[in-house]
């Protein structure tokens, strides 16, 4: 008798305490439940926006406790549990984060799961030389400095295309990023996109056109870049430069006399400078110049692969950006007296600059337009 009171009574004993016990993990339960719920709703302790940034590597649990740290917000206890339980094995992308006054701490994990990282730009300008790349590059903050102090070809080497020349191999165009690309992966991006699209236009080529390899029509069209902004004169532009290369004219354009130049280029261009021997001048020199002299679109691209049939072998500027195209020199000279020699006050070879947003630099004295962009003054020889 009693065993069996001892049994009933170590029984109840059990039951009470796990009725106690469930009423605690009940209480337990319900006051983190609570405290998450206080944690995710908290708004930030924010003034004013403010940029989280995230560096690569970053894990949820450093950076609550880091802002936790700076008074941004309170119980990261919390939401470092609601993360593990609720988020555990999703990455937290670096980059920055904007944060405004009134975001929640859960508003900040949207952010994080959407991978809304703050974005930057940078464009590239048709008819920049590389040393305007480099510049714009070196200028921008968000960008990570990693080429600083290294020659060309040491820049080309670290892209992994080692004696390449660097001039023409990028692709003009709005880029965006975050915070941390570095120079290198932004350049191999810009690399990339000029390969994709010389490789596209190359293989809707027009037939019989003296080119070898893709190389000699990036030269091309760097030429047709540098010599008109006027996107419907680009096809005759090519078209007239093809015509010259097949019959064996010298090409005789201003832009690779000034290229050929580099720094001693002071924005006037001389009858000496014509004759001066660089290998890009193509008064003196046959065919194309040995590389492109500046960077190059996709319409300038296509106009090299495509050009305009036609009969004209010279052209000349109005003076307004737009050109007049001859088929002899008869012609053509009678066009330079006219546009060259009695020139207007707001004569200008090419159309006038755009503006450029501001993470550009400003266009070097190659693409001065103080200088007459006639390229055949000369009779052919």
């Given at each position: 008798m009693f065993a069996r009171y001892w049994v009933f009574?170590?029984?109840?004993?059990?039951?009470?305490?796990l009725e106690v016990g469930l009423v605690l993990a009940g209480l337990l339960l319900g006051f983190s439940a609570w405290k998450l719920d206080s944690a995710l709703k908290q708004p930030l302790n924010l003034s004013q926006?403010?940029?989280?940034?995230?560096?690569?590597?970053?894990?949820?649990?450093?950076?609550?406790?880091?802002?936790?740290?700076?008074?941004?917000?309170?119980?990261?206890?919390?939401?470092?549990?609601?993360?593990?339980?609720?988020?555990?094995?999703?990455?937290?992308?670096?980059?920055?984060?904007?944060?405004?006054p009134g975001l929640t701490a859960r508003?900040?994990?949207?952010?994080w799961q959407r991978a809304e990282?703050?974005?930057y730009s940078l464009?590239?300008?048709?008819?920049?030389?590389?040393?305007?790349?480099?510049?714009?590059?070196a200028k921008h903050e968000k960008i990570e400095q990693t080429l600083s102090g290294l020659s060309d070809p040491e820049v080309m080497e670290k892209l992994g295309h080692p004696d390449e020349f660097p001039e023409g191999r990028f692709f003009p165009d709005t880029y965006r990023f975050v915070r941390g690309m570095t120079d290198v992966e932004f350049l191999k991006k810009a690399y990339d996109r000029l390969d994709a699209v010389l490789a596209e236009e190359w293989s809707k080529?027009?037939?019989?056109?003296?080119y070898k390899e893709p190389y000699q029509a990036l030269i091309m069209a760097s030429l047709v870049e540098k010599e008109t902004g006027v996107p419907r004169e680009r096809g005759q532009i090519a078209g007239v430069f093809v015509r010259r290369l097949k019959i064996g004219m010298l090409l005789q354009t201003d832009p690779t006399v000034i290229y050929g130049m580099g720094e001693h280029y002071n924005g006037k261009l001389t009858r000496a400078h014509l004759r001066q021997a660089t290998p890009y001048n193509t008064y003196v020199n046959a065919g194309l110049p040995p590389t492109p002299i500046a960077m190059v679109g996709r319409e300038a691209i296509h106009a090299a692969l495509n050009p305009v049939?036609?009969?004209?072998?010279?052209?000349?500027?109005?003076g307004d950006g737009s050109h007049v195209f001859s088929d002899n020199l008869g012609a053509h000279n009678a066009a330079v007296r006219e546009?060259?020699?009695?020139?207007?006050?707001?004569?200008?070879?090419?159309?006038?600059?755009?503006?450029?947003?501001?993470?550009e630099v400003p266009a070097s004295p190659v693409d001065s337009v103080d200088t007459p962009q006639d390229p055949m003054p000369q009779s052919p020889q």
């Open positions: 009574d170590l029984r109840r004993k059990f039951i009470l305490l926006e403010q940029l989280l940034d995230v560096p690569a590597g970053s894990t949820p649990t450093g950076t609550f406790n880091r802002l936790e740290q700076d008074g941004v917000l309170k119980d990261a206890f919390w939401l470092r549990v609601y993360w593990r339980f609720n988020l555990e094995g999703q990455p937290l992308h670096s980059g920055e984060y904007r944060m405004q508003g900040l994990i949207d952010l990282v703050v974005q464009t590239l300008v048709e008819g920049w030389n590389f040393r305007q790349v480099r510049a714009a590059l080529r027009a037939p019989d056109l003296p049939p036609g009969s004209s072998l010279y052209f000349v500027a109005r546009f060259q020699l009695k020139r207007r006050a707001d004569y200008r070879s090419s159309p006038g600059p755009s503006t450029q947003p501001v993470d």
